[in-house]
Structure formats: structure tokens, C-alpha cells
């Protein structure tokens, strides 16, 4: 699966747009460019490319070429210039081809949430921040008399309850639109990118989950229509309506409850769901119905509480579906762990290395961050070595502490040569 990502990423970059005139610049190629990027994120390692410039001056080969199929490696400022004017979206096809790969092979059967739904948490998240560096792509907020320049993109992504892996869906940038005189705002990204690429999916399958700032009469009345399914969590405090009619009805005693006690390893749990169907989203005439779900978990030794989450859904709420349905919408919790964490703390690098750029540039590099994310998640499932050799090293540091000093001093022919050298050295039973 390795080399045929990288085939497939080689394919779309080679296709990238080059806007130089020609002349003589062109020792390197946008493809290339692209390449190293994206060696920097699989390998996590922000001196990758630097140590590969070193090894090619020694060796006369070296990593960047063997594994990720980059010619002649461009210094950082060129990788930035070559790059800046690509649109990210000329790597969107990637993500679908890898998915698709992914579910033909059948690794994706048993990812999915309550009814066999496939669970696509649509969340916001901002990457970039800055007083002074800014783009025309920078969404601008004044703070005072200073403006703030940000980047946030949704980054979809395939959970499933009981699965600690995220399958990564081609992202929608939150950016100021073509055409449009306002900034753009997540809620507007949502929409776009549903409205592309909803017809992915079988109708029907799909479940979307989102926090409380989607579950609104609009977000949820368009997926309805488009035959989407949501569980969004659901506050008080944004939903004053709603929660007068739960009030109500509790006092009538019209709120069904259920309740399951769990053993968690450590300790014994009280699991209490309360639930209701067909509530109305907001106060107007052409208000919606929605049921409306809440879990509570206390420890039953020192009665204290340790989970509490309200729901919005329009999955049928019954005393059989309610805890798989609360477990699909919890799945949600992944995005924030595996996915805004790799975003976020991957970030760093990416402006460290390259810089921002006047166009796409802080918008491409994300997106190959996160088709490395992708491709690491694509290994997990389907390379026998990369999982025994992850698992004999324990943290994900270790891993990519050790790819990094590897590849700085050794060349390897191939990515499949690296993992059986770290086999071999680890003492690991080579995989069948
Ligand atoms: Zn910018």
C-alpha cells in the first residue's frame, strides 16, 4: 500500500500546475516539491530533507529518492515558491482513491457506527495564527486596533466506536470565497463539503457528527433533505427551547430512562441515558423535530460523576438503539485526539519549514500533512511489518525518533527494506 500511495501522490503532483515561465529555473519540478513536503510529514522529521541533501553529496543517493520518488530535492524557499500556487484541492482525489482502496480490500467492514452507518465527525480546526504573517487566503479578525490572521479547515474523518484509528477524508478549507463579500464561517464549509461529497456514500448511510455548533435548525434541516443522518451534541445553553420541552415532559414523567451498570476495569459504573423522540428544535412555526438523548456515567463507589453529554439525532430513539447511538455520537471524541492533535502539534513544523506563502501554500502543506496522517493510518491497517515493528517500539516517538536518525545515516532501497531492517535489528519474526 505504500508504493502505490506513493505512486498515486507522484501521479497527482506531477499534474500540478507549474506557473514559471520557463527558462533557467527549472532544475526542479513541482513534483518534487511536492515529494519533499511530504517526506518531511510521513518521516515527522523537519531536518529530513536537509539530511538527505547531505547523504546525496556523500552517497550520491539518498532517502528522499529511494522512498518518496523526489529527483533532485529543492531547498526549502524553492519547495515554498514551487508550491505556493497549487490549490489543495489538487490532491482531494487521493483521499477517495485511498478510501476506496481501503474498503475493497475490506478493512473498513466492521468500521462503521450504530446501523452499520458510516460516522463522519465534521469538526473546525485552526492551524494557523499569527499577528503579522498573512495570505490572501487568511481569515481576518480584528482584535483591537491589530488584525488577526487564522487558517481553520474542516478535516473530516471516518470514526467508529471501539476503533482507535481515523480514516481521514479530503478536507474543506475555511476561507474567504470567490464572489462572496463576507469571510467564509465553518458552518458555510460544512456545507460545501457535504454538498460535494455526500454522493460518496450510499444514501442514506451516512451519519454526521458535529459538536453544538452545527445542530441547528439549518444544518440539520439540509442534511434531512439530503438524506444524511446526524447525532450532534446538543447544549442548554444553545437550545433554550428544547430544553423548556425536556424540562416539561420530565415533569410528566414522558422522558424514558434506562439504566445499565458497567465494570470498566478499575471500578463499577452507573450508566444512565434518558431520551425522548420527536421534540421540536427551535421555537418557530417551521421548527423541526429531533430526539433528543443525554448519558450520564457515575462511579458507583464514591458516587461521582464522570461523563455527561446531551444528543440531538434523528435516528429513532428506542430502549434498544439509544447506547449504540450515544456511542456513535462519543466516537466524535477521536477527531479530538488522533486528528486535532496531529493538525495542531504537526502545524509547527509545517510553517517552521516552508513559511506561509502569498497563495495556497499554508492550505497545501496541511493537506499533504494530512495524507501523511492518512498513510500512516493505512499502514497500521494493512502492513504486517509496520504493525509489528510500532507495537515492539511502544510510543509513536520512538518510531519516528528512530526513522529519522536511520534515514539520516543509512540508505534504504525502499520503504519495505527500512521496516525489515527495524524487524531484523528488533529481533521481530518476520511477518508471513
Ligand atoms: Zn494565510
Not at 465494570?263 to 423535530?289: C, K, M, P, Q
Request: hydrophobic fraction near 40%; proline fraction near 4%; charged fraction near 20%.
Amino acid at each position: 500500500m505504500f508504493k502505490r500511495f506513493m505512486t498515486r501522490l507522484r501521479g497527482y503532483a506531477e499534474r500540478f500546475p507549474d506557473v514559471r515561465k520557463g527558462g533557467n529555473h527549472q532544475l526542479y519540478t513541482v513534483s518534487d516539491a511536492c515529494l519533499s513536503a511530504f517526506g518531511v510529514f510521513f518521516t515527522q522529521s523537519p531536518s529530513f530533507l536537509a539530511y538527505q541533501r547531505e547523504m546525496r553529496v556523500r552517497q550520491g543517493r539518498d532517502n528522499a529518492q529511494s522512498l518518496f520518488g523526489v529527483s533532485a530535492i529543492p531547498c526549502d524557499n524553492q519547495i515554498r515558491n514551487l508550491l505556493d500556487p497549487v490549490a489543495p484541492s489538487h490532491v482531494g482525489g487521493l483521499y477517495w482513491e485511498t478510501f476506496a482502496d481501503l474498503q475493497a480490500q475490506g478493512l473498513l467492514d466492521d468500521h462503521h457506527g450504530f446501523a452499520q452507518q458510516w460516522l463522519c465527525a465534521l469538526d473546525g480546526v485552526q492551524y494557523f495564527s499569527s499577528d503579522a504573517i498573512h495570505c490572501d487566503h487568511c481569515t481576518r479578525r480584528l482584535k483591537g486596533d491589530k488584525t488577526r490572521y487564522t487558517h481553520s479547515v474542516i478535516a473530516p474523518v471516518l470514526v467508529a466506536p471501539g476503533h482507535d484509528y481515523v480514516i481521514s477524508l479530503e478536507p474543506e478549507f475555511i476561507t474567504p470565497q470567490d464572489g462572496a463579500d463576507k469571510q467564509d464561517s465553518e458552518q458555510a464549509a460544512m456545507r460545501r463539503w457535504l454538498e460535494q461529497h455526500t454522493c460518496r456514500f450510499a444514501p442514506g448511510s451516512l451519519t454526521v457528527l458535529t459538536d453544538d455548533l452545527h445542530s441547528h435548525q439549518p444544518a440539520c434541516a439540509w442534511l434531512r433533505e439530503h438524506h444524511c443522518h446526524f447525532i450532534m451534541v446538543c447544549l442548554p445553553e444553545s437550545h433554550p427551547f428544547l430544553y423548556e420541552q425536556v424540562a416539561e415532559l420530565t415533569k410528566l414523567k414522558l422522558i424514558r430512562e434506562i439504566v445499565a451498570t458497567h465494570w470498566n476495569g478499575r471500578h463499577r459504573e452507573r450508566w444512565t441515558y434518558r431520551f425522548v423522540n420527536d421534540v421540536l428544535l427551535r421555537d418557530s412555526a417551521d421548527a423541526i423535530t429531533v430526539n433528543w438523548c443525554e448519558l450520564i456515567i457515575v462511579r458507583e463507589d464514591t458516587q461521582a460523576q464522570v461523563y455527561h453529554n446531551t444528543f440531538i439525532t434523528d435516528h429513532r430513539l428506542t430502549d434498544q438503539s439509544v447506547a449504540p447511538i450515544v456511542a456513535s455520537g462519543r466516537a466524535r471524541w477521536k477527531t479530538e485526539n488522533e486528528n486535532h492533535n496531529t493538525l495542531k502539534n504537526h502545524g509547527y513544523h509545517l510553517e517552521h519549514n516552508f513559511g506561509h506563502g502569498q497563495q495556497h501554500l499554508a492550505a497545501l502543506l496541511l493537506s499533504l500533512n494530512l495524507l501523511a496522517f492518512l498513510l500512516h493510518t493505512v499502514l497500521t491497517l494493512t502492513d504486517a511489518a509496520y504493525q509489528q515493528v510500532r507495537h515492539a517500539l511502544g510510543a509513536r516517538r520512538t518510531f519516528f525518533d528512530d526513522i529519522r536518525t536511520l534515514t539520516r545515516y543509512l540508505y534504504f532501497e525502499s520503504w519495505a527494506a527500512l521496516l525489515a531492517f527495524m524487524s531484523h535489528g528488533l529481533e521481530l519474526d518476520r511477518p508471513p
